[in-house]
């Protein structure tokens, strides 16, 4: 009996050391595995994706990239996927109303993961609440689609060029383009020649010393000009920088600003030609009348029309003049012979 008792304890105490073991061993695994804690640590929360992408139960769930929980379950509601995930409770912080759930992966072995972005600000999601989901950045997926709609544009390019569509296009499909574009090279070439012997203007002054030095003279000069214009010299100059031409130039402005304004407000024998009616009216009759008699002096009417057309009465007038002269001149020379007044008295 002592025997048997002994036994007994010996096994029990090598079985609770077994046990100890294993759930040590157990609590380590959980542990190392991540950072998700105990259940009582946990709390749920979800989300829900398109496509999950061969996300399984199990998978790890990251905020900022640490691993804070696993995946729990994955089923269908109506066509899209909802993910439902155990987060430790010392991070539910970070997992707010602004924060976006997305698919990463763990490896380049495309083992899928859950990432969520950590917000600061907005409210805290209660538990098995839902968490925005949306598209991952810089993804394998999302890389793949650009490929693709980046594949599919040049796949249309190829068939637009094969088609003669656009300038690349008829330079391939169209022969006259290629002839006049291969002209147009050589031509370019032919440019080229002349100016590396030294033709032309552009030749000269590429090969010959003296035109560049002649060009860079002139821009010297130039350079010598704005200077001396900055400078306030000359009249430029002046007018650039002298402050009190500035102001006559204003002065000039107001004045011709007042005098049209005047004008307009028919003030002066200017603005009363320009605004009065009659005043007009009394010029216009008058060069009218002006006109007339021009036309009959031209025409030969008139004394003095006579006077500026018949040659025989010009000269009578002028020898009428001529004597008339001589009179004068006799009569002062001797005013006795010519005014002789006799005064009788009866």
């Known amino acids: 009996m002592p025997r048997t008792r002994s036994l007994g304890w010996a096994e029990l105490k090598i079985g609770l050391i077994s046990i100890f073991a294993i759930v040590m061993t157990l609590v380590l695994i959980f542990l190392l595995s991540g950072e998700g804690g105990f259940s009582w640590q946990q709390y749920g929360l979800k989300t829900t994706f398109d496509n999950i992408a061969g996300l399984k139960p199990g998978a790890p769930v990251r905020v900022a990239g640490v691993e804070v929980g696993s995946v729990d379950a994955a089923e269908f509601r109506g066509n899209r996927v909802e993910v439902a995930m155990k987060v430790n409770e010392d991070y539910s912080h970070l997992i707010t109303t602004e924060s976006v759930a997305s698919l990463g992966s763990v490896s380049l072995l495309g083992e899928a993961a859950v990432d969520i972005t950590a917000a ?59 002839r006049e574009l ?61 402050d009190a031409l500035s102001r006559n130039l204003t002065s000039m402005a107001t004045n011709v600003d007042a005098i049209t304004g005047r004008l307009s407000k028919g003030q002066g024998t200017a603005g009363a030609l320009l605004n009065e009616r009659e005043l007009y009216d009394r010029m216009n009759s008058m060069m009218s009348r002006v006109d007339q008699v021009t036309a009959a002096l031209q025409k030969g009417e008139g004394t003095a029309g006579q006077l500026l057309h018949d040659k025989q009465l010009y000269e009578n007038m002028n020898a009428t003049m001529a004597e008339l002269r001589k009179l004068i001149a006799a009569i002062s020379a001797d005013p006795k012979r010519y005014l002789n007044v006799k005064v009788s008295i009866f």
């Open 182 to 242: 291969n002209n147009l090279v050589a031509a370019a070439e032919e440019v080229a020649r002349n100016v590396s012997s030294g033709r032309g203007t552009i030749g000269r002054l590429a090969n010959n010393p003296a035109a560049a030095q002649a060009l860079e003279a002139t821009m010297q000069n130039l350079q010598d000009v704005t200077a001396r214009i900055r400078a306030g010299e000359g009249s430029i100059g002046k007018f650039l920088t002298d």
């Open 120 to 178: 600061g600000g907005g409210s805290p999601i209660p538990e098995w609440g839902y968490v925005k989901s949306g598209p991952a950045v810089g993804s394998l997926s999302d890389v793949a689609t650009q490929a693709t709609e980046g594949i599919e544009e040049l796949t249309a390019v190829l068939a637009d060029i094969r088609a003669g569509r656009g300038t690349i296009g008829q330079l391939v499909t169209n022969d006259s383009l290629y």
